[in-house]
Nanobody
Framework: QVQLVESGGGLVQAGGSLRLSCAASGRALSDYPMGWFRQAPGKEREFVAAISKSGTPTYYAESVNGRFTVSRDNAVYLQMNSLKSEDTAVYHC???????????????????WGQGTQVTVSS
């Protein structure tokens, strides 16, 4: 069992930046392909970004490409720049089984999920 914990969310003005972190209790995440997903009120969960076990390739949703950057060391990070009000959501990190090398853009490709961290962008 992998327990994931997100941090770094908060309230920021439009155009600002936040950096989210995802860590696992008692272990490094280096063995797991990782993804970031978000869910806004009244909307379905959607893919944001993902990073493969080695660090490449990475994947981005079209809506965040060029603004968000996913990276990793023993934890996984999501650098979010030029934030917009439509980025407001609860952000979750997720881990694939370590038998996979590549990350996935599909939520059903992940088996471990964090509780999420709230990101609110004020316009």
């Amino acid at each position: 069992q992998v327990q994931l914990v997100e941090s770094g969310g908060g309230l920021v003005q439009a155009g600002g930046s936040l950096r989210l972190s995802c860590a696992a209790s008692g272990r490094a995440l280096s063995d797991y392909p990782m993804g970031w997903f978000r869910q806004a009120p009244g909307k379905e969960r959607e893919f944001v970004a993902a990073i493969s076990k080695s660090g490449t390739p990475t994947y981005y949703a079209e809506s965040v490409n060029g603004r968000f950057t996913v990276s990793r060391d023993n934890a996984v990070y999501l650098q979010m720049n030029s934030l917009k009000s439509e980025d407001t959501a609860v952000y979750h990190c997720a881990a694939r089984l370590p038998i996979f090398s590549r990350a996935s853009t599909e939520s059903n490709g992940y088996v471990y999920w964090g509780q999420g961290t709230q990101v609110t962008v004020s316009s």
